[in-house]
């Protein structure tokens, strides 16, 4: 039995695909497969019910996996313990952060986090918040980059940033007139969603103070995605608005887009973007320099928690 098989076995209960689970742990699915079935020859017995689809555990399978999740966890332990004596950061490093982060916010520090620290295999899944924390509370990601607050008593919080809001105004929009917005704009103007799950999303309804479909400017057209850039470009032909991230506005070329970026008076509605990490943690010195890499990339105005409107 290793330590390999057993995050194999673990892979595949994840995501209950063998070809998945096999491209996610880096090998192919013949090494995978064949590492699985050694386990369940040495073992005696059948841990994974192939004649399903998708692939589902048996019931002493499902016993397996647990122990073997808790195994795996202690084997990481052992690995951070001897990373803690290295003068040099190393080791892979698991990131979840959200799809309205990603994008905007990893161009901005990645090259030189690299750079700074080539022995540390960073790996990013990008997924939504409540995916993110059962992810870390599985010990598969050593970190989160969330936007609300975690609401988990195993689950540490540091601030990053706060970040506001800013509306995406198609040409022909009403509020293309307006140099900036207020928060009261939002209650009759028709605004494009990101799909159900996605904190963004939440926090642009909670500042409709009445979000109401029969105020929308073409009722003939209803469209929720699960991407902002989608979304971006409906505006940029011309079609209703949206809300962005502040740091969104770096890969928006206004003089080219066809639509206006306008920012929101006082008070400014803002989000709070953070790291989250679990309780018993041994990473703090890659956290630590990750954290500062973030906090040293980021625009100036962003570092400082300014009066505002906080939308968790």
Excluded at 239 to 267: S, V, W
């Amino acid at each position: 039995m290793t330590i390999t098989q057993l995050k194999y076995i673990i892979a595949v209960d994840r995501y209950r695909h063998f070809a998945t689970a096999a491209e996610k742990s880096y090998v192919t699915q013949p090494t995978l497969s064949m590492q699985i079935h050694k386990l369940e020859d040495e073992l005696g017995v059948t841990i994974f019910d192939r004649s399903k689809s998708p692939v589902i555990p048996t019931e002493v399978g499902e016993k397996i996996i647990a122990e073997a999740k808790k195994i795996i966890k202690q084997s990481k332990h052992i690995e951070d313990l001897a990373a803690l004596t290295d003068d040099e950061l190393r080791g892979t490093f698991r990131i979840g952060i959200i799809p309205t982060v990603a994008p905007y916010l990893l161009p901005l520090f990645l090259r030189n986090f690299r750079d700074k620290y080539p022995n540390v295999h960073l790996v990013f899944e990008e997924v939504v918040t409540d995916k993110l924390l059962d992810l870390l509370n599985q010990d598969y990601l050593d970190i989160g980059i969330i936007a609300t607050p975690a609401d988990r008593g195993n689950i540490f919080e540091e601030d990053l940033y706060y970040e506001p809001f800013l509306g995406y105004v198609s040409e022909d929009h009403s509020l293309s007139k307006k140099e900036r917005l207020s928060v009261d704009d939002l209650e009759v103007t028709n605004l494009w969603l990101l799909n159900e799950g996605h904190c963004f999303r939440d926090q642009t309804v909670k500042l409709c103070k009445k979000f109401r479909k029969d105020k929308l400017e073409d009722p003939m057209i209803e469209f929720e995605s699960g991407n902002l850039e989608t979304l971006k470009q409906l505006v940029e032909q011309n079609f209703g608005m949206t809300l962005l991230p502040y740091l969104a506005k770096n890969q928006i070329n206004e003089q080219c887009a066809k639509a206006h970026l306008r920012e929101f008076d006082d008070p400014v509605p803002r989000r709070k973007v953070r790291i989250v990490y679990g309780r018993e943690y041994l990473k703090k010195n890659i956290i630590e320099a990750f954290k500062n890499e973030i906090i040293s990339a980021i625009p100036g105005e962003l570092k400082t928690e300014e009066e505002g409107l906080l939308v968790e």
